[in-house]
């Protein structure tokens, strides 16, 4: 029997017990273990059948329950102590508040009060199953690191009605995915509302006389609000209702009207937000991924409409508060549109944004450069063309990026790119298991503060440290023997054949772990390359490894489905069944599982293929260590004691041939170095070499992997100049904003002109030596520019057999004479400091107090 009407009848606490509803729809409960012990106290059975969730929870109790709650008076205090801590953790001045956090003296004091924070998916919780993988997930840790520090951030994404997907495998191995329907009702989620109660609505224009609308649900991170737009509203028709019905579901126009909602949509629902709660409209927007590139577009249009700016004079007020953040070394990882399907959605009869001509919307994501393709609409080029500043997620995924994207710039060497890099970290709070805090604090001392655990991790005993290890892979174990009694019987095997999972894995093996997205760089494979070599690791009866590995693939990607069809095939051998296992539906929940108990965390991705990798940072901080190739935050941070680096055959082109190199030389380090000293014990039965090799990891690599250094790195280095930037545009009724369109306009138009006509040096003697100084003479031609309007430099560093220039010093030359026809002198003195083979030339480039870098306009002028 169905139903005719579906409604939502919400759980009435008493008086006493009110504070619970704040506790639950406050995500804090999810890092803050006390909170959770209150929800767990109420029902234990029904806490572990809901997922550890307290909206669930709540919504069950009956008037029955809640009376035997509030009779407890040692419940209702609990529960009371717990919103009092809640209220203190939201109002206490944390690192952002403290003079000198992130400002310097340019900033005046001027307070940067609100930014915004567009991401496709946030991975909060399990609860809250709006995420897909390690996009998702570092955009959740951002949430809590800046919760944490103070900084005031305001999240914005979609609620994806079917979340991404659940994994489960048939007979065969095969990857199936089924889409359960989320209820946002039965979520931590509340609706933004107007001051009537009624629910606000975002709408977007479509084609052909169209709409989208959207509802906004807000979700509470801390201290940091998130806002959800849900497309699943009455008034859209059919294929409106489904835009947010799943994490990069559908393609084409869904995909594309999915993107737009995120950022035309987002905008808007940030506008209301701001309205209703009194809350500052942001500052600077931090664009997580090109997916919500849309929302500097919608800027743009605010800023013509509303304050008479040109397109060109938004354009610079918006990028000057703009940060975008590319995430993906791999070109096939990057959205792009066919440029029809954006004329049509931004036509007429569609989504045309006021102020925006259609084709300067075009141009803003064209592969208009050396190997783009001019038919299609680039998200990750318009993010760059409207972010002032861009980064990349590791320091090797910024050189990276800066080859990959280099086009957009021509004519400068790599090393002047305009992509920095942040290295992402991971939030302590959510992945470090208890037991571990636990054990520093009984040792270290209750008060003891996150970050300095790792100064005094040499305090805590190694033998309790050891036997602590030991419980958490005893946890992991019963975790994963649940999980694979579940995957068996849904392959079809009958419960008189699942005898054999209660005894699978050994709490006292070496436990490697390996979770990841199936995408083919990653190389799940990998370690199959030689299976008689990998049999003979697991079935080593003095020195045992057990595997538990995990991950999905794009329900589209049918190569990375067979990679995992090959392994759980592989997990399915009698000769190693129960010692290698593949855990279906990898979500939060099973990684704060697996990264306390595993020993070592493998990662033998294509090099360089890896934005940055933060699994093998959460296995670090639960005591693991890592065994990877050098790519991502492994290249950056490995220091040779804190766990091993695969040997790469960078360089052998033929795949197959670097598979089996590469996969060679893990089988090598296993066999000759990892596994013997997991077992060299001494006369208690410590492995002591390798617990020094994990207390150095924690001591040094601890610190440098929080999300918490992260979010300050992101304040100081990003958030801080963006929002001088964008109070320098907008001030004087955008004076700024107008004063460098203007400039961009005319230096445009007259670089044609600019040249370099002939250079002098005074002082060079035929047997140079350090300390000679010369003077430079170069002779320029500006046509109509001014001399003060470029900027001059002499450029010398080393040179090699073809004369290329390398690690560079720059010297600017000042104008000293004028001529006709827009002729220039510019001076310079340059004392030499170097030997060796050197050399030098002259180059002219754009200047303005305004540009935030050399090579931000893409213009330059050599020789």
């Known amino acids: ?54 909206v669930a929870v709540l919504s069950s109790l009956r008037t029955a329950d809640m009376d035997r709650l509030a009779a407890d008076e040692s419940f209702v205090t609990r529960v009371h102590e717990a919103a009092a801590d809640l209220e203190r953790y939201l109002t206490k001045p944390r690192w952002y508040q403290q003079e000198g956090a992130g400002r310097t003296a340019e900033h005046g004091d001027r307070e940067l009060r609100s930014i915004a924070y567009f991401s496709p998916e946030f991975g909060i919780t399990s609860v809250l199953p709006q995420y897909s993988g390690g996009l998702g997930i570092l955009a959740g840790d951002h949430l809590k690191a800046a919760s944490d520090q103070g900084i005031p951030i305001v999240g914005v994404g979609l609620f994806y009605t079917s979340g991404y997907f659940a994994q489960r495998f048939n007979a065969e191995g095969w990857q199936q995915e089924s889409y359960p329907v989320l209820d946002p009702d039965d979520l931590p989620l509340s609706l933004l509302r107007e001051e009537d109660g009624t629910p606000v609505v975002v709408r977007l224009a479509m084609p052909q006389g169209g709409h989208l609308d959207a509802r906004v649900w807000r979700a509470q991170v801390g201290r940091v609000p998130l806002l959800l737009l849900d497309s699943d509203v009455e008034t859209n028709d059919a294929a409106r209702r489904e835009v947010t019905n799943r994490l990069y579901g559908g393609g084409g126009d869904q995909r594309l009207e999915q993107e737009m909602l995120l950022g035309i949509g987002g905008v808007r629902a940030l506008r209301a937000y701001s309205r209703i709660t009194g809350a500052p409209e942001p500052t600077v927007y931090h664009t997580n991924e090109g997916h919500a590139g849309f929302q500097g577009v919608e800027r743009i249009s605010e800023l013509v409409s509303r304050a008479g700016l040109t397109f060109d004079e938004a354009l610079r007020a918006v990028r000057a508060g703009t940060v975008f953040t590319t995430h993906t070394p791999v070109p096939a990882g990057i959205d792009r549109f066919d440029v029809d399907a954006i004329r049509a959605h931004f036509a007429e009869d569609g989504c045309q944004l006021d102020g925006v001509p259609l084709d300067r919307l075009l141009a803003l994501g064209a592969e208009d450069y050396e190997g783009g393709d001019r038919s299609r609409f680039n998200m990750a ?40 890099s942040v290295t992402n970290g991971v939030h302590a709070g959510t992945w470090v298991d208890r037991k571990l805090y636990d054990l520093a604090k009984a040792h270290l001392g209750p008060e003891t503060a996150a970050r300095s655990v790792f100064t005094r991790i040499h305090e805590v005993p190694i033998d309790a440290f050891w036997r602590t290890k030991r419980e958490l892979r005893a ?177 052998v082109e033929d795949p197959d041939r670097r598979d089996d190199l590469e996969s060679a030389a ?84 007259s670089w044609p002109q600019v040249r370099i006509d002939h250079v002098d040096a005074d002082g060079l003697s035929d047997a140079p030596q350090i300390g000679d100084e010369i003077s430079v ?86 020789p």
Not at 820 to 849: N, S
Request: hydrophobic share 40%; charged share 25%.
């Open 1 to 54: 029997m169905k139903a005719i009407r579906r409604l939502h009848v919400r759980t009435v606490l008493p008086q006493t017990l009110a504070p619970l509803h704040d506790l639950a729809l406050n995500l804090r409960w999810s890092w803050h273990p006390p909170t959770r012990d209150i929800f767990a106290s109420i029902d234990p059975e029904l806490w572990q059948a809901s997922g550890h969730d307290p």
């Open 381 to 420: 080029v318009m993010g760059m063309r409207l972010g002032q500043r861009v980064n990349g997620v590791s320091r090797l995924h910024g050189a990276v990026s800066r080859e990959m994207f280099s086009g957009l710039w021509p004519g400068f060497d790599l090393d002047e790119v305009p992509i920095g």
């Open 475 to 651: 946890q992991l174990i019963d975790d994963a023997r649940a999980r694979l009694k579940t995957s068996l019987r849904d392959r079809g095997v009958t419960e008189a054949e699942l005898g054999w999972t209660e005894d699978v894995l050994d709490p006292d093996a070496l436990t490697i772990g390996f979770a990841r997205r199936g995408a083919t760089y990653k190389r799940l494979t990998l370690m199959l390359r030689d299976p008689e070599r990998l049999k003979k690791l697991l079935n080593d009866p003095e020195r045992p490894v057990q595997l538990l590995i995990a991950g999905k693939s794009h329900p589209a990607d049918d190569t990375g489905k067979a990679l995992i069809q090959q392994m759980v095939r592989f997990t399915d051998d009698p000769e190693v069944r129960g010692k290698i296992l593949y855990l279906p539906n990898y979500d939060i929940a099973m990684a704060q599982q697996l990264y306390p108990g595993c020993d070592v965390w493998l990662n033998n991705p294509l090099r360089p293929f890896e934005a940055c990798g933060t699994s093998g940072m959460k296995a670090a901080l639960n005591g693991a260590l890592n065994l990877s190739i050098l790519d991502g935050w492994w290249d950056e941070w490995y220091d040779g004691q804190n766990g091993w680096a695969i040997p790469t055959a960078d360089g």
């Open 666 to 749: 893990l089988y090598e380090l296993l066999e000759r170095t990892v596994v013997p000293t997991f077992y060299d014990r001494d006369e208690d039965g410590l492995p002591q070499r390798w617990l020094e090799m994990v207390s150095h990891t924690l001591s040094t690599l601890g610190p440098k992997v929080l999300a918490d250094r992260m979010v300050r790195d992101y304040t100081e280095q990003y958030y801080w100049p963006a929002a001088h930037a964008a109070w320098s545009a907008a001030a004087d009724d955008f004076a700024g904003a107008r004063d460098l369109a203007a400039y961009v306009e005319q230096v445009h138009a």
């Open 777 to 862: 003479h170069a002779f320029v031609g500006l046509g109509d520019l001014d001399p003060h309007q470029v900027r001059v430099q002499m450029a010398y560093g080393r040179a090699n057999a073809e004369d290329t220039l390398t690690d560079l010093e720059y010297v600017d030359l000042e104008p000293t004479q004028s001529y006709e026809e827009g002729r220039h002198r510019f001076d310079g003195r340059m004392r030499l400091a170097r030997t060796g083979a050197l050399g030098w030339t002259v180059r002219v480039l754009p200047r303005h107090g305004q540009l935030a870098g050399a090579a931000e306009l893409g213009l330059v002028t050599l």
